[in-house]
Structure formats: structure tokens, C-alpha cells
């Protein structure tokens, strides 16, 4: 069964940094492209970042571009959003989601971490 | 890149059939047939319903059936039940190599 379990979420204050972390298991994890998903409070789903299976290609979001860096570490089987530089407006839930096929679709998500960024 | 556009809601009795639009531009879905579309009921995480335009993952019901034409993708819900009451998400592959996700829609089952 695959799951996808994301954690590190929590309250920083405007300008600070957070790490989020996903930890997975029901898949061969470096066959697979992963990505990042977010959704502010009461709002849509807005697409953060994706890294390839061997984590030598990364694409990010204008929104996060500078700011955020995806990474992932195969021997774990774990993927990674180091967060700088946060603002208001990224205060999300934050969704891990396994990504298949290339251009990639999301065809299985973690339960989301939530991020608050206030001071 | 700005969001696709959907319907904010659809709604349609039980057995009825409701058909979901989203709209992009030519950098994203009318280039590519790279188009997926998501349900998300209240608090979970988004479910893959539809991917590549058309195609069906596993496990999905073969209620869910998806296309496009030009700019504009659907999804269409044949014999709507309760239970696809929900939040459905579109998305797309565009010319940056980048994705973007639709507005969303709420599904309403009268």
C-alpha cells in the first residue's frame, strides 16, 4: 500500500524558515517523481514544486522560485521542501503527492501539513 | 501562470449526468494532452480521478470519464451518486514545464 506521511508544519513568523519532511514506503521510491501541493485555507490547489526520480531535475512555482528548494533522499525513501524567507501568503496546507508518468499527473497524496506563517 | 478556469459549482440529481468544464489558454491545456483532474471531499487529501486527458487509474469508477476540445478540458459524471459529492480539481501541464490546477468546482447532489 502506498503511503505518504508529511511533517514539520507549523507557526513561524514572517521571514523564518521551516522544513518539511515526507516519509514513504509502498513504492519503489526513486522509480517515481515527486512533488509539492498546496492549499491556503478555504482556497484551491496551487502546484509548489516537483523533483525526478534521481533528483537531478527540479521545477518550482514562480511564487516560490528563490525562496524554496525540493529535495529527496532515495536511501530514505523520503522527500524534503526547505521552506526560507516565508510569508503570509504561504500559509497552506502542504501536500506531498507521488507523481507518475512524464509531464507527471499526482496519483497518490499524504494527509498535508499545515503551515502557518504569523507573527 | 494564472489558474485554469472551472465553474465555481455544478450541481445535478441523483443518476443524472453533470459535466465539468475547465479553461486554459494555448501554453497549457490546449497544447498538450496532459490534463488531470482531482476530487477532494472536505478535509482529505485530493484524489486522482482522471489523467492524460482521458485515462482512468485503477480503482476509479467508470463513472468518471474525461475530454477536450481545444483550450478547454471536461470531466463528465455519469449516474451521479451521493458520495461524488465533492470538490474536483482540474490541472495541466504548460509550455514552462511547470502545473496548474483549475479554480475548482463543487459538486452538489441534489
Known amino acids: 500500500e502506498v503511503q505518504l506521511v508529511e511533517s514539520g508544519g507549523g507557526l513561524v513568523q514572517p521571514g523564518g524558515s521551516l522544513r518539511l519532511s515526507c516519509a514513504t514506503s509502498?513504492?519503489?521510491?526513486?522509480?517515481?517523481?515527486m512533488s509539492w501541493v498546496r492549499q491556503a485555507p478555504g482556497k484551491g490547489l496551487e502546484w509548489v514544486s516537483s523533483i525526478t526520480g534521481g533528483g537531478g531535475h527540479t521545477y518550482y512555482a514562480d511564487s516560490v522560485k528563490g525562496r524554496f528548494t525540493v529535495s529527496r533522499d532515495n536511501s530514505r525513501n523520503a522527500l524534503y521542501l526547505q521552506m526560507n524567507s516565508l510569508r503570509a501568503d504561504d500559509t497552506a496546507v502542504y501536500y506531498c503527492a507521488r507523481s507518475s508518468g512524464w509531464p507527471f499527473y499526482f496519483d497518490y497524496w499524504g494527509q498535508g501539513t499545515l503551515v502557518t506563517v504569523s507573527s | 501562470q494564472s489558474a485554469l478556469t472551472q465553474p465555481a459549482s455544478v450541481s445535478g440529481s441523483p443518476g443524472q449526468s453533470i459535466t465539468i468544464s475547465c479553461t486554459g489558454t494555448?501554453?497549457?491545456?490546449?497544447?498538450?494532452?496532459?490534463v488531470s483532474w482531482y476530487q477532494q471531499h472536505p478535509g482529505k487529501a485530493p484524489k486522482l480521478m482522471i489523467y492524460?486527458?482521458?485515462a482512468r487509474p485503477s480503482g476509479v469508477s467508470n463513472r468518471f470519464s474525461g475530454s477536450k476540445s481545444g483550450n478547454t478540458a471536461s470531466l463528465t459524471i455519469s449516474g451521479l451518486q451521493a458520495e461524488d459529492e465533492a470538490d474536483y480539481y482540474c490541472s495541466s501541464y504548460t509550455s514552462i514545464s511547470t502545473y496548474v490546477f483549475g479554480t475548482g468546482t463543487k459538486v452538489t447532489v441534489l
Open positions: 492524460d486527458v482521458s
Open positions: 509502498g513504492f519503489t521510491f526513486v522509480s517515481y517523481g
Open positions: 494555448s501554453s497549457d491545456v490546449g497544447s498538450y494532452n496532459y
